[in-house]
């Protein structure tokens, strides 16, 4: 259904954000199990080193069986500043890290999905001034033959404020603002879940995207039989969070859910929670890799991490999907002449 795209410039939005299609019951799928790696690295502003350490993880689970690999959001830099992520991405088709592993994809005949951070290219109208330092955070899936399958850039930027603990004072600071829109553009269209031979249909969606249901409604709607979460977590939104909104989904949604993490500490100004996780649409967990509080030497696992990465295997059955969705029929069961409002522009709700 979903045709492969050979050239970036056949690229065209798919979806409006507030599109709902009509819903398609399942048929019966054919039993297939394929074997995936789950990542997780601790990506610097040295874009060659994480690209070695990237490769390094595929050539290791390709190794192991993976047919697949997911690393994570922001695999190819995490940068010190704003004017340094501008100066080190580029538009994907030159774009050193995802050429990079457009060209091991073809190597070694797996399928690659990396966060990555883009610029526009030269025939994309763009309503961003010339000025402007902001980039797109963007998810790519590689195909086999080492082309771009997909590009989906994150339309849910983390703007937030977050309450700090008390100080050994008993005086609580400020919350903590991070703002992603300061230096990324919020991108502009739902991609549809891409057919990938062995796993189905697999959705594509970055890190804070987990919280907004209506991209997991039009994915899933749209046949999505995976959900993908490329991500780098914080650490306070990692410990009290990140688990339980990702297995979650993969509840409410009968999906498996694949999570690549960032790890440990980028540079001074930033770390990422890590625990890259899997889970299966009946919420089993299938593989779980360390967060920041686990147990351990900290400036040993970061440089395990910044130098090699980690990754879990797992194996996808599509029969599991179909199994739940029988059990638990959520699809045909749906009030749409209720709540057909879902997806429509509608005012926030009060703070």
């Not at 970036?8 to 398609?24: K, N």
């Not at 040295?46 to 595929?58: F, P, Q, R, T």
């Not at 937030?160 to 008993?170: H, M, R």
């Not at 703002?179 to 991108?187: L, T």
Request: aromatic share 8%.
């Amino acid at each position: 259904m979903f045709l492969r795209t050979r050239t970036l410039a056949r690229f065209r939005p798919l979806l409006s954000p507030v599109y709902i299609p009509t819903y398609r019951s399942f048929s019966s799928t054919t039993a297939i199990m394929t074997k995936v790696a789950v990542a997780q690295i601790l990506s610097t502003h040295d874009v060659k080193h994480n690209l070695a350490v990237s490769a390094k993880v595929v050539r290791d689970a390709v190794a192991e069986g993976a047919k697949a690999v997911f690393l994570p959001e922001a695999a190819d830099f995490i940068a010190r500043s704003a004017q340094e992520t501008f100066e080190l991405s580029a538009p994907l088709s030159k774009h050193e890290y995802t050429k990079g592993l457009q060209a091991l994809a073809k190597e070694l005949g797996v399928v690659i999905s990396a966060g990555v951070h883009d610029l526009p290219e030269a025939y994309e109208n763009d309503d961003e001034p010339e000025s402007s330092l902001r980039v797109y955070n963007t998810h790519v899936l590689i195909g086999t033959d080492g082309e771009l399958l997909a590009r989906y850039r994150k339309i849910h930027l983390f703007d937030v404020e977050l309450q700090q603990a008390a100080g050994a004072d008993g005086v609580v600071p400020a919350p903590k603002r991070t703002g992603e829109s300061d230096r990324v553009r919020p991108g502009k269209e739902i991609v549809p879940p891409v057919a990938v031979n062995g796993l189905g249909k697999v959705g594509l969606e970055i890190c804070y995207d987990l919280r907004f249901p209506e991209l997991h409604i039009i994915q899933t709607r749209l046949g999505a039989q995976i959900l993908t979460f490329p991500s780098a977590f914080t650490l306070k939104t990692g410990k009290d969070h990140w688990a339980t909104l990702l297995r979650g989904i993969a509840i409410q949604f009968q999906v498996y859910v694949l999570a690549s993490a960032q790890y440990g500490a980028h540079n001074p100004q930033r770390s990422s929670w890590g625990e890259a996780l899997a889970f299966d649409p009946w919420g089993r967990q299938l593989g779980r890799l360390r967060s920041v509080e686990d147990d351990g030497d900290k400036a040993s696992i970061d440089k395990v991490y910044a130098e090699g990465g980690e990754y879990f295997l797992t194996d996808i059955d599509l029969d599991t999907v179909t199994s739940t969705r029988k059990q638990i029929p959520l699809a045909f069961q749906k009030r749409t002449d209720i709540y057909g409002v879902v997806g429509k522009e509608l005012p926030p709700h009060p703070i």
